[in-house]
C-alpha cells in the first residue's frame, strides 16, 4: 500500500458535493479542484461559494488546494473523485452523459497506478458496466491489472450546516480487496463520523440509491394520508404529532419533494430493474404520488379562494413564497413549486414567485420562472408558503397576511404556523 503521502488528489466537478470534498482533502492533501465553468473557478478564487456550502473560512484552511478548468494540469494526480451531476431526462430516465464525459476526460489522463472513485449517485452495476469500458478505452489501460476504481457516495445534504461532510459516516467501496482499503483509509483522513467499507463497488451504489428511495416512500406514505384526512377533515400535522407519541413512529412530513436527489435517484434503482426484466410497484407509485402534490395543492388553493371570493374574480393573483427544492437552500433544481405555478397559469391566475434564496438568473434557468424582488401588499387573493425558509419564519403571520386582499387565503404548505392561524394545510 502506498504512503498517503503518496496521493495527489484530483476532484473532478465543483458544485455543492464537490467543493466541500475539495476543501477538506485540500487540508491534508495536495488537491486540484476542476470543473469545466471557468466562472465557477473564478468564484472560488475570489473567495465566494453560489451553493453556500462552503465559508469563506474553509476556503482559507485549505492551504494545499488549487482551482482550475485545465484538464491537462490535474494529469499529475494519481487519485481521481467524481462528483459530477447525475440527472433524469424528460422521461425520467438516467441520465449519465455529465459521469460518460467525466470519464472520457479521465481516462485521456490515466497512468498506471491511478486510481478512480465515483460519488455520483447511478443504479448498482453503473460504475463498473458503464463507466470502467470508457476508462479502458481511453487510456488503454487494464482494469484491475493497470488502474483500479472505487465507489464512496456522497451523502451531502445541501443547506444543512449540522451534518456536513465531515459528521457524515462515509460509505467506501474498491475493485480490490487492497483499493478497498486504501479508499478508506484516504476518506478516513477527512471523515470525522468515520467509515463504512461496503464489500462491493455494487453494494455501495446500491446503499445510496436506496436511501433516497426509502425516504421518499416514507413522504409519499404521508402526503397520501394528508389527503385523506383532508377529506376527512381533520388537520393532518394534529394527527402526526399524536401519532408521534409512540417511540416508533417516524417523523415524516407531507410537502413538495423536488431536489437532484429524493426525486430522482429512485428512478435510477427502476430503470435498473425494469432492464432486468422486474417492474417495481411501490417505488414508482410513490414517485407518482410525489409528482402529483404540486397539483393537487394548486387545486385545493383555487377552491379555496373561489369559495372565499364567492366566485366573484374572473381572474385571481397569487403569491408563491418559495422556488427552492428545500429550506434554507438556494438550489431550485427539480423543484415542484413550478408544478403550481403552471397549473394556476393554466387556470388564467397572475402568479407572482418569491423566493430570496434563490438568484434571479438560475430561477429562469432551471424553472423559466421570473422571481420578484418584494411582494405586493394587499395584493393576493392566494398565498402559498411552499417552502419553510427561516426568512419566511422570521416575517410571521401578519405581516405575509398583509400581502393578501381582504379576502385571501392562506396555504401554509409547511406547518410553519399554527393551526388557526393558516386557512389550508397540507
Given at each position: 500500500m502506498k504512503d498517503l503521502t503518496d496521493f495527489r488528489i484530483a476532484i473532478i466537478g465543483l458544485g455543492y458535493v464537490g467543493l466541500p470534498l475539495a476543501v477538506e482533502f485540500g487540508k491534508k492533501f495536495k488537491t486540484i479542484g476542476f470543473d469545466i465553468k471557468t466562472d465557477r473557478i473564478e468564484e472560488i478564487k475570489n473567495g465566494h461559494d453560489s451553493t453556500l456550502e462552503v465559508l469563506v473560512e474553509d476556503l482559507k484552511k485549505a492551504k494545499l488546494l488549487t482551482l482550475t478548468d485545465n484538464l491537462e494540469e490535474i494529469s499529475d494526480c494519481n487519485f481521481f473523485i467524481v462528483t459530477v451531476p447525475t440527472p433524469i431526462d424528460k422521461e425520467n430516465k438516467p441520465d449519465l452523459k455529465p459521469l460518460l464525459r467525466a470519464s472520457e476526460n479521465i481516462g485521456q489522463l490515466l497512468k498506471?497506478?491511478?486510481?478512480?472513485?465515483?460519488?455520483?449517485?447511478?443504479?448498482?452495476?453503473?460504475?463498473?458496466?458503464?463507466?470502467?469500458?470508457?476508462?479502458?478505452?481511453?487510456?488503454?489501460?487494464?482494469?484491475?491489472?493497470?488502474?483500479?476504481?472505487?465507489?464512496?457516495?456522497?451523502?451531502?445534504?445541501?443547506?444543512?450546516?449540522?451534518?456536513?461532510?465531515?459528521?457524515?459516516?462515509?460509505?467506501?467501496?474498491?475493485?480490490?480487496?487492497?483499493?478497498?482499503?486504501?479508499?478508506?483509509?484516504?476518506?478516513?483522513?477527512?471523515?470525522?463520523?468515520?467509515?463504512?467499507?461496503?464489500?462491493?463497488?455494487?453494494?455501495?451504489e446500491a446503499a445510496k440509491v436506496i436511501e433516497n428511495t426509502q425516504r421518499d416512500l416514507n413522504i409519499a406514505l404521508i402526503n397520501e394520508l394528508s389527503i385523506i384526512f383532508n377529506k376527512l377533515e381533520i388537520d393532518t400535522e394534529s394527527v402526526l404529532e399524536a401519532s408521534a407519541t409512540k417511540w416508533n413512529f417516524l417523523p415524516f412530513r407531507p410537502g413538495l419533494v423536488g431536489g437532484h436527489c429524493i426525486g430522482v435517484d429512485p428512478y435510477y434503482l427502476t430503470h435498473k430493474a425494469e432492464s432486468l426484466g422486474y417492474t417495481p410497484e411501490i417505488i414508482l407509485s410513490g414517485r407518482r404520488l410525489n409528482n402529483q402534490m404540486g397539483f393537487y395543492v394548486a387545486e385545493e388553493l383555487m377552491k379555496g379562494m373561489v369559495s372565499k371570493t364567492s366566485g366573484k374574480v374572473s381572474k385571481f393573483k397569487v403569491l408563491i413564497m418559495g422556488l427552492a427544492f428545500k429550506e434554507n437552500c438556494p438550489d431550485s433544481r427539480n423543484n415542484r413549486s413550478v408544478d403550481i405555478v403552471n397549473f394556476l397559469q393554466s387556470k388564467n391566475c397572475e402568479v407572482d414567485v418569491y423566493d430570496p434564496w434563490v438568484s434571479k438568473k438560475e430561477a429562469f434557468k432551471e424553472s423559466k420562472v421570473e422571481l420578484i424582488s418584494n411582494p405586493k401588499v394587499g395584493h393576493y387573493?392566494?398565498?402559498?408558503?411552499?417552502?419553510?425558509?427561516?426568512?419566511?419564519?422570521?416575517?410571521?403571520?401578519?405581516?405575509?397576511?398583509s400581502f393578501g386582499e381582504k379576502n385571501h387565503i392562506l396555504y401554509d404548505l409547511k406547518h410553519i404556523f399554527s393551526l388557526e392561524e393558516a386557512d389550508l394545510r397540507l
Open positions: 498506471k497506478g491511478d486510481i478512480v472513485v465515483y460519488e455520483s449517485t447511478v443504479y448498482p452495476g453503473a460504475t463498473e458496466e458503464e463507466c470502467v469500458p470508457i476508462l479502458e478505452k481511453e487510456s488503454h489501460l487494464v482494469y484491475n491489472k493497470d488502474f483500479f476504481v472505487g465507489y464512496s457516495p456522497e451523502r451531502i445534504n445541501p443547506g444543512d450546516k449540522e451534518h456536513n461532510i465531515k459528521k457524515i459516516t462515509k460509505v467506501t467501496s474498491g475493485s480490490t480487496p487492497e483499493i478497498s482499503k486504501i479508499v478508506d483509509k484516504i476518506y478516513k483522513e477527512i471523515i470525522d463520523a468515520g467509515t463504512h467499507m461496503a464489500p462491493s463497488i455494487k453494494v455501495a387573493h392566494g398565498i402559498i408558503i411552499a417552502v419553510a425558509h427561516q426568512e419566511f419564519k422570521k416575517m410571521g403571520i401578519n405581516k405575509i397576511r
